[in-house]
């Protein structure tokens, strides 16, 4: 496939009709200028979600939804009330609806009329395609979000499953500062967001984002979240980018929570369960079952820093013992027990519904990823700083074989193998595992330390965050070579890439998935092209998945 010409408009072009700008097109974008948003289905029904800008202490909305995008098959009329409290946004679940149908909704206050949004319900029974796309790491300071315009215009996409960093919570005179002032995109507020003022801004800031609007407008949303949603590399007891002097971690998280609560088109949470328990199981009819991990707040323990073991590995030997003894030690958790209870269970109900497919929404990279010998191939490092919170010394970490990163599955090999246990013990050894995280695009295979497959990964990248090759300073000649090192000497790579932003279509019938990798031009302006890099088919057979 040919780079294709797109351009992000000021209406919503490409959409159906009714999702067009209107003559009160100046007020509709004062009041309603975050566009509009749906997400978290169930079989019969759907949120709906929206934020009013006005100057009012309370203000009072009408959410209209139709089965027809002119208005004229009306399903429901609600009012609701919103004020400073929950920052004006609005959110409505709307229920009684039918199975795996097509609804459109809208928004009014006297003065305005939202654009209109186009919404759908989970599939019953038998179903014979799903479209997805996966998204992750949109950075508002890296430039527009052009690939979730191109998620709004995809006619083969039906749902976005968001793996998390959905916002970014550095300061404006950090990561990507000179591209941000370029842009006219510094973060807002200014300064690292700590407080619940400072989180709600910057959900607002990304939201105004024009290809996001389209995006929420066109497609519900299934989300999970990873670290920048707080900050990065969260662990139960606190972060590695909290500090004393920005007050207790428990607020800081808190409040994270409550904006992402507010300005997401997600349910709150059930009798019991905290807003950190985030995790949900959707049953897309007879054909899949898709279960999201919360794998940062709940029951992850604190991460392992290379920066605290590189003086004492000099040598293989060395770096086995670090591994076996360190990185494997049973106990380090991932995951709560009440995470994992849910999984096993939706895994288990989807086996005995006999569902063809068992999908992992999961933040971070689950695939043994141990480096190569970069360095025997001729690869030294730039002199070029890294990514905050990473140290990406592939050379080093090569030398010794160690794995790519220690935020991700690999940093918890304990946690992983005991998954993976708990996993065949109910005959779950087929799962197709949708990551995000590592700003680049994965095909892996998926195996126990004993060598038994447990499905495949398929890993985005991101939307605008810039792959670690290219932004530690390799250049670019180099920055693909080490792609092509890490598929010819990583046995559970079968392909990877982290040359471009974008995001990865999957179609999901009964017999097989077909991946498509589609790669944005540019970021710099809201004219791109589009490109399908890479394609895939992930098979399954009776009690296992691969690729064809």
């Not at 934020?51 to 309370?58: F, I, K, Y």
């Not at 179903?127 to 998620?151: M, P, R």
């Not at 820093?305 to 380090?332: C, H, M």
Request: hydrophobic share 35%.
């Amino acid at each position: 496939m040919k780079w294709q010409r797109r351009e992000v408009l000021g209406g919503m072009a490409g959409l159906p009709a009714a999702l067009a700008m209107s003559s009160q097109a100046s007020v509709r974008d004062k009041v309603f200028k975050h566009g509009v948003a749906s997400g978290d289905p169930t079989h019969d029904s759907v949120v709906i979600w929206t934020r009013v800008t006005t100057d009012q202490n309370e203000i009072a909305v009408t959410l209209e939804v139709a089965a027809d995008e002119r208005f004229k098959q009306m399903i429901s009329t609600s009012r609701v009330r919103t004020n400073a409290t929950r920052d004006f946004t609005v959110k409505r679940i709307i229920e009684g609806l039918r199975p795996g149908e097509v609804y459109f909704y809208r928004f009014k206050t006297n003065d305005a009329v939202s654009i209109t949004g186009r919404t759908r319900t989970l599939p019953v029974g038998a179903t014979d395609k799903i479209g997805l796309a996966l998204a992750s790491c949109s950075n508002y300071v890296f430039g527009f979000f052009n690939a979730y315009d191109a998620i709004a215009d995809d006619k083969d996409v039906q749902f976005v499953l968001h793996t998390g960093d959905y916002i970014y919570e550095y300061g404006a005179d950090s990561w990507g500062s000179e591209t941000a002032k370029a842009l006219n995109r510094v973060h807002s507020p200014a300064g690292e967001i700590i407080t619940l003022s400072d989180y709600r801004t910057r959900h607002a800031q990304y939201k105004s984002d024009r290809g996001s609007i389209r995006m929420h407008a066109a497609h519900p949303l299934l989300c999970l979240w990873d670290d920048h949603e707080s900050t990065n590399n969260p662990w139960h007891g606190g972060a590695q980018n909290h500090q004393p002097d920005e007050g207790p971690w428990e607020d800081r998280r808190s409040a994270s929570l409550q904006a992402y609560y507010e300005w997401m088109p997600i349910r709150e949470p059930h009798t019991g369960r905290s807003r950190a328990e985030f995790w949900r199981h959707y049953r897309f009819g007879d054909l899949a079952s898709l279960v999201t991990i919360e794998s940062r707040h709940t029951g992850r323990d604190l991460q392992i820093d290379y920066n605290e073991w590189t003086s004492r590995i000099n040598s293989r030997a060395d770096a086995e013992k670090f591994q076996r003894e360190v990185l494997a030690e049973p106990g380090r958790r991932m995951l709560s027990d009440d995470m994992t209870d849910f999984l096993l269970e939706s895994l288990e109900e989807s086996i005995s519904e006999g569902r063809r497919w068992r999908i992992l929404g999961n933040a971070i990279p689950m695939a043994k990823i141990k480096v190569p010998d970069v360095a025997s191939e001729g690869i030294e490092m730039p002199d070029k700083g890294s990514v905050p919170g990473v140290r990406a010394d592939v050379v080093w970490k090569g030398k010794f074989n160690l794995p790519f990163y220690l935020d991700t599955w690999d940093g918890y090999w304990w946690a992983r193998e005991e998954l993976y246990r708990q996993c065949r013990e109910i005959g779950a050894t087929d799962l197709l595992v949708l990551s995000g995280d590592s700003h680049s695009f994965w095909a892996n295979e998926l195996y126990t330390d004993e060598g038994n497959a447990m499905g495949v990964e398929i890993g985005t990248a991101g939307i605008s965050s810039p792959g670690d090759f290219v932004e530690t300073g390799f250049s670019l000649a180099d920055a693909k070579r080490l792609d092509e090192l890490f598929i010819e000497g990583v046995p559970s790579v079968r392909w990877t890439s982290n040359m471009y932003q974008g995001y990865v279509r999957l179609v999901i019938r009964p017999e097989s998935t077909s991946v498509d990798y589609i790669a944005v031009s540019t970021l710099l302006k809201p004219v791109y092209e589009t490109e399908v890099i890479h394609s895939e088919t992930v098979h399954r057979w009776q009690e296992s998945l691969g690729f064809a």
